[in-house]
């Protein structure tokens, strides 16, 4: 799905160089990459604040750590995202409430959260999915209306950007109280390992999460609050300083991709292609079409004979895994999530594809649409 292979050719004595210079000062630990790395990430999101931490998960923990909520409290989030955003909800023994995304943009439904605010929501977080923008300003203006704190899980949409009405464009993760991201590999800045990062305006809350992620202390080996052990390490740092100028070239990369397949894929009738929403810029960190009228699994099978991957992001959506029935969860109706797992399908999509590459892939899925017909 992703060749970090070839990205890795093209920047490999920037990196090789920035690896050796972390053994050669055996920094390992909070060396001065990390903090050159977080400033600089800062100054690219325009945030006051970058809280780097050891992955996507923790990031998205450590925010709700810092919100001082109680047991049972609710948190609302989509049930169509990745497992990490509703994981941390129950690990914390707070409530998911599962809400409905646009059949659309796959991003979290307005009037479905709308419905699903009580007097014991505590947080909101929208997952700006496959790297689009979720639909902040009204998302904003509910929340506001109730003092809601929104957490933004930004993990696939680092370096796209959201248009309010205004006109004023925002940085995804910038705008909700607390944003969240991974560095995972594949993501669309990835480091070579694990990584992750909260971004926040608000000092006392950075000041807060810094210390969460820090064993709960300020100064060393006094301990104020709970916290946990999670930090970005140095080589990761200084990898992600080599690759941090070009995450807009990549994203640009990823939507020249989609572009092609778009094209290809125009007024298909089984293909539903990507949609759009006119006030995100989609940095296309899955490339998820719609299928209709086809067997999905057998078109899946088919592209695989042609060593074509393809996904389902995700096969089964977090409403209906056993880690809440477990929890005795409500019974969560979600009529628009289950039918688009039903209809997903991802295609390979990263920052090396090239012109050939996606000739191959297109050709091959409209042969495998139209032996996979019902
Ligand atoms: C990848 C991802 C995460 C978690 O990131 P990790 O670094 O793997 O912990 C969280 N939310 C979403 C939407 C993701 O895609």
Do not use: W
């Not at 630990?29 to 992955?55: M, Q, R, T, W």
């Not at 930004?154 to 248009?163: D, E, F, P, R």
């Not at 807009?248 to 759009?276: E, L, V, W």
Request: proline fraction near 5%; aromatic fraction near 8%.
């Amino acid at each position: 799905m992703v060749d970090l292979k070839r990205q890795y050719a093209h920047i490999k004595p920037a990196i090789d160089k920035a690896i050796q210079n972390v053994i050669d000062t055996t920094a390992f630990i909070n060396g001065p990459d990390v903090n050159a790395f977080s400033n600089e990430l800062a100054s690219y999101l325009n945030i006051k604040h970058v809280i780097p931490c050891a992955n996507g998960t923790d990031a998205l923990q450590i925010a709700l750590m810092a919100l001082d909520l109680q047991p049972g409290d609710e948190v609302i989030t989509p049930s169509f995202t990745y497992i990490a955003t509703v994981e941390v909800v129950a690990l914390l023994h707070l409530k998911p409430v599962f809400v409905e995304v646009d059949a659309d943009t796959f991003t979290m439904n307005t009037e479905s959260l709308k419905k699903a605010i009580t007097h014991k929501t505590k947080a909101i977080i929208p997952v700006h999915l496959y790297g689009q923008s979720a639909n902040m300003s009204e998302i904003l203006q509910i929340a506001k209306e109730k003092n809601i704190p929104v957490i933004e899980d930004t993990a696939q949409a680092i370096g796209g950007t959201y248009t309010f009405p205004n006109g004023v464009v925002a940085k995804n993760g910038t705008m909700g109280t607390i944003g969240t991201t991974s560095f995972f590999p594949s993501k669309n800045l990835g480091c070579y390992g694990d990584g992750g990062a909260i971004f926040t305006h608000d000092d006392a809350l950075a000041d807060k999460m810094k210390m969460i992620a820090n064993h709960g202390q300020k100064i060393r080996y006094y301990h104020e609050l709970v916290g946990c052990n999670s930090r970005l390490d140095t080589m990761q740092a200084a990898i992600l300083r080599v690759k941090l100028p070009y995450l807009d070239a990549y994203c640009d990369s990823r939507r020249t991709a989609a572009d092609y397949y778009d094209k290809a894929f125009a007024n298909h009738p089984n293909i539903t292609t990507p949609y759009r929403a006119a006030y995100s810029k989609h940095v296309f960190h899955q490339y998820t079409l719609k299928l209709n009228g086809v067997n999905r699994d057998q078109v899946i099978a088919y592209l695989a004979t042609k060593e074509i991957p393809s996904m389902l992001y995700y096969p089964v959506p977090a409403h209906k895994q056993n880690m809440f029935k477990l929890l005795g969860g409500n019974d969560f109706k979600l009529a628009t999530t289950d039918q688009l797992q039903e209809q997903v399908l991802s295609l390979p999509i990263h920052t090396e594809l090239t012109e050939e590459e996606l000739k191959y892939i297109t050709t091959h899925f409209k042969d495998a649409i139209k032996a996979a017909k019902i």
